[in-house]
């Protein structure tokens, strides 16, 4: 009689601890939020630096006021890549960005790494998404 108590108690609280256990990880995959928005926010945000050419921003007062670009038929990213190649002119690569997108609202930092981090805006991140692409650009300006 004492052993089936015993191994009744055992059974009873094994189970307890396995459905516990398996509360805290539903609990915990439903607080998790998803990444969904910040992978559209980050792939937009990239395809507008890759696909947008300074010459289309000449309308806009900041951008026609840069004294520092001289191509205006290259897009934002091929700029910041030719700026970044060149060390000389690695501080007007984070001024374009600062200038395009450094005014961004929104709950989302943001960073831009060319061979080094250029340009951030944001504070702790507990959540990443990283986004990467091939952009050429001129190494003699």
Excluded: C, H, W
Excluded at 5 to 20: E, G
Excluded at 58 to 84: C, G, K
Excluded at 103 to 123: C, K, P
Aim: no cysteine.
């Amino acid at each position: 009689m004492k052993k089936g108590f015993f191994f009744s108690i055992d059974a009873f609280l094994a189970l307890m601890l396995f459905t516990l256990i398996l509360v805290f990880i539903y609990s915990f995959f439903l607080n998790m939020g998803s990444l969904q928005q910040q992978y559209y926010f980050s792939e937009d945000l990239f395809d507008v630096l890759n696909n947008v050419e300074l010459s289309e921003l000449e309308d806009y007062d900041s951008i026609t006021q840069l004294n520092y670009i001289i191509d205006y038929n290259r897009t934002i990213m091929e700029q910041v890549v030719t700026f970044t190649i060149n060390v000389t002119n690695k501080d007007n690569a984070t001024l374009l960005l600062t200038d395009i997108i450094g005014n961004l609202t929104g709950q989302y930092g943001i960073g831009v790494d060319v061979e080094s981090l250029i340009f951030e805006r944001g504070g702790n991140a507990t959540n990443v998404v990283v986004r990467q692409r091939i952009v050429s650009g001129e190494e003699s300006l």
